[in-house]
Nanobody, 124 residues
């Protein structure tokens, strides 16, 4: 099992940037893919981005492609989500998650370990 803790959320104006971090602990000796998801009030959780254990083959939701970048530093057991050109519709609680599978996926059900989330609020 992997424990995940997010940080870096906050309040930012539209067009601004934030970088979220996700620190993993526990069974980090085993390979795992990392994903970022978000959930806005009254809406279902949605996929944002995912990255494989070796950092290759990142996957993005169409809504964030070209604005968000996912990365990871396995030496630090940390994943990142760089968010640029933020829009009010990006406002949500952002959670990171770990998937022990090899293939990168956007499927929520594949991720077994989840963090508590960090709030991102984008003002217009």
């Amino acid at each position: 099992q992997v424990q995940l803790v997010e940080s870096g959320g906050g309040l930012v104006q539209a067009g601004g940037s934030l970088r979220l971090s996700c620190v993993a602990s526990g069974r980090t000796d085993r390979p795992y893919a990392m994903g970022w998801f978000r959930q806005a009030p009254g809406k279902e959780r949605e996929f944002v981005a995912a990255i494989s254990w070796n950092g290759g083959r990142p996957l993005y939701a169409d809504s964030v492609k070209g604005r968000f970048t996912i990365s990871r530093d396995n030496a630090k057991n940390t994943g990142y989500l760089q968010m640029n050109s933020l829009k009010p519709e990006d406002t949500a609680v952002y959670c990171c998650a770990a998937d022990s599978g090899i293939a990168v996926t956007s499927l929520t059900s594949r991720y077994g370990d989840w963090g508590q989330g960090t709030q991102v609020t984008v003002s217009s």
